[in-house]
Structures are given as structure tokens and as C-alpha cells.
């Protein structure tokens, strides 16, 4: 089940649709290379056996759908392993490839997964850095394991970010010196970030000259900058792009700042890079610009051969248009040099139905499009390849990386040929995962006459994706109804699993119901006045629940959308809001028949198919999302998350039973074939300093004692779990941020 948790943006943040042609193949070498010239009648890749349900083990281990699904905002090749390639999201944490995306491994350790910039150069100590929004975190191992770094900065707090840091850079001259820099290039509307689209941090630049393990504040740039970015020149200055503030220069180790804009467009700066050996020269990537009588100003790049003192433009043969509204103006969020070969650069038009990524090798005099929409590639998300980050490897100008909302792209060739380094297509439309996801989870649905197939809901583009196969391949289908915009929960009929319902959105937009007669491989939507249901768009509480009972051949469908409770007595063709029940938030049917409903004010029960509800005992307060047992006929589960009495309870038909009482529970997994497996799993939005998710809890015993089980996880904050009823031993868990992983119940437990 689902419960609507507000976060502070959605993991991706492309919009409707995409400006890439959907591939029809992908693969010319190393089993999913592709490239912008090739076409139908290609081999493409054969899918990796996905693991045997005997082999799951006692730490949790990835399932195997495709990648990306979510924001990349860092990569970073490290120059003492230039093989090794770090990746980081806006709500992802980090991964690791040392393959180009072979394989992967996940990192453990952060207190949040709200990613800046990785610095893979190691500081005096032998530690790597990145920026993020609690603040600069460590790594002394090489990536695996990360850890708060911030004595002296202002104290964590539990309802803000304090102190968000893009970017950590250690000084050249002195790898005991780091600076850190107050912002958040992926402009994150969180508190203590971004509010109302108001940058609330203050520019300030910190300093430690004992490797990060104390810091003070150095200066401050601007009158409460967002520092986007910042780089040392090879002379030993400091340059800066600030968020509509230009670019900021400093000559004495970061003590004093001055404005230096002089000959760019306008003022929003969104990157900045130096010559590696020539200290006078430097360029910044420019996003769009103020209102300009109708249009918005374009950005691009701009050069400076001065140090700084002023700019010129570098924007032959790129592609940029101006639009009467800023998020369709051409914009330009990265610019990056290849340290072995300063005439190379590579950055990106973000802007939608402008997307592409170019490439200049003659120091930004003359660009070339290496990678655009009509780029074939695994687009499994169905996500524009707009590239917020691009990596360039240390010793090898041609081997590079780009990141997107949805894609993780590779190039050998200096963007000639391409690679996805997450995901393969194994048929048009068919994909599998290479073991990196940045999927945030909702919901995850077993068919319960189909040990083979699987269906997996998330935010954004991972609206809605299944396995008939047991995970060796993925299709996503519900695009033909809903590109983007998330998915909240899905349930098979009752009376037959080639019939599913999808409740779509995500946040306060609904983006309607869809229907599936054909096992899923096509939907009709279902929404506005035609059908009794609000119209897609944003409303009040957006859609939160789902449920299905069977009467006779006919499905009763009940949907929570708006904070009202609606009723299909025709399968979901037909629904009408059930009077007398306000500010409803989840529903659910248990194996007898009995409907529940929570509602801001209490839980209902109905015993005649929702026509008419009654109190459900005297329920613990604030019950947000409700859970049903396979094996307990008139049992129903009641998570409360932060609200109330927060966590687990159980209604047994009689009384209410608190079994976990942790505030940040916000889902429950019950085994369908014994009630006394149950696992809770605990998330938090992306709003503090420190997560307070603590991953997931098990319990043999009904609830009276309980396990906490992170080993394999790539992160603490989840969202949703499913025991398989085919394999009950098998445990499905979703995070927010990372997608899926599986473990063995008994295993994780000792037994």
C-alpha cells in the first residue's frame, strides 16, 4: 500500500514525455554499446539468469530491473584508479563501477542520499569527499563506506538542512587544505535549501587545514550565494559560479571575493572549470536568463583567457533557443575539460526538445553534437538525454560519462559510440538491469497465479514496470497512458491476473487510473467526469490508494483520490464518491470481503462491499496506510507514519494492537503464508540533516520481538515490502532512491 509522503521534489524532474526517439535496438559491442547511426537488425544482448530463489541469502542483494530512473547530479573517474567511476544522485546516495558499468557495488555509511559533487582526489589523510545536503561526508575506504564530516559547522538539526555543500575541493598546493562551499547545483526545494524557490543558504566558503577533520568559515560570496560550483585555477586562484549572481574570483585562498561577470549574458552561473595548465583561462557554463521582453535569455558558454577579468562567447555550432518560458530556454548546466587534453570539453543543453550533448576540440572555438535525441539507446524510462553531469577520465580524453534523469551513459570513443552502463535491451521494449537503479519505489505487486511475473511501481518515469519472466527481462508499459509522472499502486483482479489496475501520480497530481485486459501489455485510462473521477492534474492530496474486491465475475474497484474514497461497481469503468467519508487516505479488503478505509479523523470497516462504513473499533490515531493478511480473514494493518501513535498496529476485528513503535515505519510486508513473518520498512523525507530511516525490522513472532536487517542496502530510507507468495521465504523490499532488493526472510533471521 501506499502512503503519500510529501518530499522535497521528485527524483528526476524531467517533464511529460521526452525528446528522444524510442530505440528500436541497442546493441553493436560489449553486449550494450550504442550509438546515434545504429538501427533495426542489430544483436542485442542476451539477459544476465536471474538469481535462483534457493540461493538468497542473508543480506539483501539487487533485483534486476533497469536503470536509471532517477537524477544523477555527480560522476567522478578516481585519478588513482581511473577505472573506478563514482556516481551520485539527488536522492541516491553512491554507487560504484570499476568495469564501466559492468558491475556495481553500493556504498553504505551516509546519513542522507542527497548527493553534490564527488571529489575523487583524496585529501591528505586518504579520504575521498562529497558535497551534499547535510554537508561534506568522507569516505576512508575508497568509496565503500561514508561518514559525516563537519566539526565546527553549524549543529544538525531534525526539521532543516543546515548546511548544504556542492562541493568539497582539496587546495593543490596543500592536500590538508579543504574548502567547502555552501549550495546545491541541483536546486533542491527543501527546507534549508531552496523554499518557494528561494535560495535560503548563506555562500558561505568553509576551510580546514587538518584534512576535514574541523572546519571554520573562511568568507562568504555574495550576499547568500548558491555556490554551484568552484575550481582552483593552475595558478592558485579560486573561481565560482553562483546562481544568478555570475561568476566570483579569488585571489587569496578563498579569504575575499570579487564579482567578475564582465561580458557574460546575465548572471546565472551553473558551472565552472579551469584550464588544467594555463591559470588565464577558464570557462562557465551558463543556464537560461531573466525575462527579456517575452523570452528568456539563452545561456552557453563562455570563456575567459584573462583569469577571469572577462568573458567571451564559445558558442559556435551549439544549439540554443530562447522560449517565452525559462524551463524550455536553451541552458547550459555543465562544462567540463579533459585533464589530459585542455582543448577538449564536453557540456550539455538541458533545456526539453533542445537536449543534447556536445563536444569542442579546440578549446570551446567550435562545438559538435556527440550524443542527442535521435541517439539510440536503452530508454527504459522513456527520459529525455539531457545531461546534468559529465565525467572526463584522468588519463583518457575519449573515455567519458554522462548522467540524466533516467540514463547512465559511457563512451570509449569520445562520444562516437556509446555504452549504457546500467541497463540492456534485450528486445525492443524488453530491458533488464546491469545492477544499478535509482528508482524510488511505491509499490511492489506479486502475481499471485504467476510465480514469474513481478510488477514494480515508482516516482517519475518507473511509473509502472513488470517481469513475465522472472526477472530476466522488463517492460514498461503504462507509458502508452502516462509517460512520467509516477505510479502509486497497482493490484491484480481477483477474478484473474490477466486484468490490473494502476493508480497513477505521484504527490498532489493524479494522473488517473489504468486498466489492463491483456495481463498488462496494454491500458485504457481512466479519469475526469467521464469515468466519476477527478481530472488528471494536481489535486488536494493527489491519489493514495487502491484496492480490489471480487463479486462474483465482476471486480469492485475502490480508489482513494482528493482525500475522497471513490467505488466502481463495473470494473472500474464507472466510479461515484462514497458519501459520508472526508479526508480519506488509504483503503484496503480484506480476504472476507470487509472494506477499510483510514481517514484523517479515524478507520472505518464496511461489511456490505463499501456501501456503508462503520467505526473499525477505536483505532490508534493517525493510521495513514492499511495492510491486509492472506491468512486472517477480517485482520486489517495500520501503519501510522509520523502521525499519532506512529508505526505498526493490528485490528483483529475486536481491538487495535500496537506491535511496532517506531514513528517512521511506512510500510509492512505480512508473510502470505504465515502472519507471524512480518517486515516493516522505515523511511523519512529528504528533509533533514540526518535520515532517521533505519532500514528494514523483521519479526518471526508476530511482532513481539523484531531484527533490524541494512546489510547489502544501499540505503536505510525505504518505502514498501512484499513477501512472494510463491517463495514465502523470498522478502522484496523498495528503497527511495536505489530501487529494489531481495533477501531470504529465514536467512536474515538466523534460522
Known amino acids: 500500500m501506499f502512503a503519500f509522503v510529501l518530499f522535497a521534489s521528485s527524483c528526476g524532474g524531467s517533464t511529460s514525455g521526452s525528446d528522444d526517439a524510442n530505440p528500436e535496438s541497442t546493441d553493436t559491442q560489449d553486449a550494450a554499446d550504442v550509438t546515434g547511426t545504429s538501427g533495426p537488425g542489430q544483436t542485442l544482448g542476451e539477459p544476465e539468469q536471474p538469481d535462483d530463489p534457493e540461493t538468497l541469502t542473508s543480506s539483501f542483494t539487487k533485483l534486476s530491473e533497469p536503470g536509471v530512473g532517477g537524477r544523477i547530479t555527480s560522476l567522478a573517474f578516481?585519478?588513482?584508479?581511473?577505472?573506478?567511476?563514482?556516481?551520485?544522485?539527488?536522492?541516491?546516495?553512491?554507487?560504484?563501477?570499476?568495469?564501466?558499468?559492468?558491475?556495481?557495488?553500493?556504498?553504505?555509511?551516509?546519513?542522507s542520499w542527497e548527493i553534490g559533487d564527488i571529489t575523487a582526489t583524496t585529501s591528505a589523510d586518504g579520504r575521498l569527499w562529497t558535497g551534499s545536503l547535510s554537508g561534506p561526508q568522507a569516505s576512508a575506504d575508497g568509496g565503500s563506506t561514508w561518514e559525516l564530516s563537519r566539526a565546527g559547522m553549524p549543529a544538525v538539526s531534525e526539521s532543516t538542512y543546515t548546511l548544504a555543500i556542492e562541493t568539497v575541493l582539496i587546495d593543490p598546493a596543500?592536500?590538508?587544505?579543504?574548502?567547502?562551499?555552501?549550495?546545491?547545483?541541483?536546486?533542491?526545494?527543501?527546507?534549508?535549501?531552496?523554499?518557494?524557490?528561494?535560495?535560503?543558504?548563506?555562500?558561505?566558503?568553509?576551510?580546514?587545514?587538518?584534512?576535514?577533520?574541523?572546519?571554520?568559515?573562511?568568507?562568504?560570496?555574495?550576499?547568500?550565494?548558491?555556490?554551484?560550483?568552484?575550481?582552483?585555477?593552475?595558478?592558485?586562484?579560486?573561481?565560482?559560479?553562483?546562481?544568478?549572481?555570475?561568476?566570483?574570483?579569488?585571489?587569496?585562498?578563498?579569504?575575499?571575493?570579487?564579482?567578475?561577470?564582465?561580458?557574460?549574458?546575465?548572471?546565472?552561473?551553473?558551472?565552472?572549470?579551469?584550464?588544467?595548465?594555463?591559470?588565464?583561462?577558464?570557462?562557465?557554463?551558463?543556464?537560461?536568463?531573466?525575462d527579456s521582453g517575452g523570452?528568456?535569455?539563452?545561456?552557453?558558454?563562455?570563456k575567459t583567457n584573462d583569469g577571469g577579468a572577462s568573458w567571451d562567447e564559445s558558442n559556435s555550432g551549439l544549439s540554443i533557443v530562447s522560449n517565452p518560458t525559462a524551463g524550455n530556454t536553451g541552458s547550459f548546466h555543465q562544462i567540463v575539460v579533459a585533464p589530459s587534453e585542455p582543448s577538449r570539453l564536453y557540456t550539455s543543453n538541458v533545456a526539453p526538445g533542445q537536449a543534447a550533448i556536445y563536444r569542442s576540440d579546440d578549446g570551446g572555438e567550435s562545438w559538435r553534437v556527440i550524443a542527442d535525441g535521435s541517439t539510440s539507446r536503452p530508454d527504459a524510462y522513456e527520459g529525455a538525454l539531457r545531461a546534468y553531469d559529465i565525467a572526463v577520465h584522468p588519463a583518457d580524453p575519449d573515455r567519458i560519462a554522462i548522467g540524466s534523469d533516467d540514463t547512465l551513459?559511457?563512451?570509449?570513443?569520445?562520444?562516437?559510440?556509446?555504452?549504457?552502463?546500467?541497463?540492456?535491451?534485450?528486445?525492443?521494449?524488453?530491458?533488464?538491469?546491469?545492477?544499478?537503479?535509482?528508482?524510488?519505489?511505491?509499490?511492489?505487486?506479486?502475481?499471485?497465479?504467476?510465480p514469474a511475473e513481478l510488477i514494480l511501481l515508482g516516482f517519475d518515469g518507473g511509473n509502472f514496470i513488470q517481469t513475465q519472466d522472472?526477472?530476466?527481462?522488463?517492460?514498461?508499459?503504462?507509458?502508452?497512458?502516462?509517460?512520467?509522472?509516477?505510479?502509486?499502486?497497482?493490484?491484480?483482479?481477483?477474478?484473474?491476473?490477466?486484468?490490473?489496475?494502476?493508480?497513477?501520480?505521484?504527490?498532489?497530481?493524479?494522473?488517473?487510473?489504468?486498466?489492463?485486459?491483456?495481463?498488462?501489455?496494454?491500458?485504457?485510462?481512466?479519469?475526469?467526469?467521464?469515468?466519476?473521477?477527478?481530472?488528471?492534474?494536481?489535486?488536494?492530496?493527489?491519489?493514495?490508494?487502491?484496492?480490489?474486491?471480487?463479486?462474483?465475475?465482476?471486480?469492485?474497484?475502490?480508489?482513494?483520490?482528493?482525500t475522497q474514497l471513490f467505488r466502481s461497481a463495473d470494473g472500474g469503468q464507472d466510479f461515484v464518491a462514497v458519501p459520508g467519508i472526508s479526508g480519506a487516505r488509504d483503503v484496503a479488503v480484506t480476504p472476507s470481503g470487509s472494506v477499510f478505509v483510514t481517514t484523517d479523523?479515524?478507520?472505518?470497516?464496511?461489511?456490505?462491499?463499501?456501501?456503508?462504513?462503520?467505526?473499525a473499533g477505536r483505532p490508534p490515531a493517525g493510521i495513514t496506510t492499511l495492510y491486509t493478511s492472506a491468512t486472517e480473514p477480517d485482520s486489517v494493518y495500520g501503519i501510522a507514519f509520523r502521525e499519532g501513535q506512529g508505526g505498526l498496529h493490528r485490528f483483529d476485528g475486536q481491538s487495535w494492537t500496537q506491535l511496532f513503535d517506531d514513528e517512521f515505519s511506512h510500510g509492512v510486508a505480512i508473510d502470505p503464508s504465515n502472519a507471524d513473518n512480518l517486515a516493516v520498512v522505515t523511511t523519512e523525507p529528504a528533509f533533514n540533516d540526518i535520515s532517521a530511516a533505519t532500514g528494514v525490522h523483521l519479526s518471526s513472532d508476530g511482532g513481539k520481538t523484531w531484527t533490524a536487517v541494512v546489510d547489502g542496502l544501499p540505503m536505510t530510507r525505504l518505502r514498501t515490502a512484499e513477501f512472494d507468495p510463491a517463495n514465502p521465504d523470498r522478502l522484496v523490499v523498495g528503497t527511495t532512491g536505489r530501487g529494489f532488493y531481495e533477501i531470504s526472510f529465514s536467512a536474515a533471521l538466523g534460522e
Open 409 to 450: 551513459l559511457g563512451s570509449k570513443t569520445g562520444g562516437d559510440t556509446w555504452t549504457d552502463l546500467t541497463t540492456i535491451e534485450d528486445a525492443a521494449g524488453y530491458f533488464h538491469g546491469r545492477g544499478y537503479s535509482g528508482l524510488v519505489s511505491t509499490d511492489i505487486v506479486f502475481n499471485p497465479e504467476d
Open 601 to 615: 479523523s479515524g478507520t472505518l470497516v464496511s461489511i456490505d462491499q463499501g456501501q456503508g462504513f462503520n467505526d
Open 295 to 302: 523570452t528568456f535569455i539563452t545561456g552557453g558558454i563562455w
Open 78 to 111: 578516481d585519478p588513482s584508479n581511473p577505472d573506478r567511476l563514482y556516481v551520485g544522485g539527488d536522492m541516491l546516495g553512491i554507487a560504484i563501477t570499476d568495469n564501466f558499468g559492468e558491475t556495481w557495488q553500493s556504498t553504505s555509511g551516509l546519513v
Open 470 to 562: 522472472a526477472g530476466l527481462t522488463w517492460r514498461r508499459t503504462a507509458q502508452e497512458i502516462s509517460a512520467w509522472g509516477g505510479g502509486v499502486e497497482a493490484a491484480y483482479s481477483p477474478n484473474g491476473s490477466d486484468r490490473i489496475y494502476v493508480l497513477l501520480g505521484q504527490f498532489s497530481n493524479f494522473r488517473g487510473i489504468g486498466v489492463s485486459i491483456d495481463g498488462g501489455t496494454t491500458f485504457s485510462l481512466l479519469a475526469g467526469s467521464a469515468n466519476g473521477l477527478p481530472e488528471v492534474g494536481n489535486v488536494k492530496r493527489g491519489a493514495a490508494g487502491l484496492a480490489v474486491l471480487a463479486d462474483g465475475t465482476t471486480d469492485i474497484v475502490f480508489a482513494v483520490v482528493d
Open 174 to 290: 596543500d592536500s590538508n587544505r579543504l574548502m567547502a562551499f555552501n549550495g546545491n547545483q541541483r536546486n533542491w526545494s527543501a527546507p534549508g535549501v531552496y523554499v518557494n524557490g528561494e535560495w535560503t543558504g548563506d555562500g558561505s566558503v568553509w576551510e580546514s587545514t587538518d584534512s576535514g577533520a574541523s572546519w571554520n568559515q573562511l568568507s562568504t560570496i555574495g550576499s547568500g550565494g548558491n555556490i554551484r560550483a568552484a575550481t582552483f585555477t593552475s595558478g592558485g586562484a579560486l573561481l565560482a559560479a553562483v546562481a544568478n549572481r555570475g561568476v566570483w574570483i579569488s585571489t587569496d585562498n578563498g579569504t575575499t571575493w570579487t564579482e567578475s561577470s564582465q561580458g557574460l549574458p546575465h548572471f546565472n552561473a551553473y558551472d565552472i572549470t579551469a584550464h588544467p595548465t594555463n591559470p588565464d583561462v577558464a570557462w562557465v557554463a551558463m543556464g537560461e536568463g531573466p
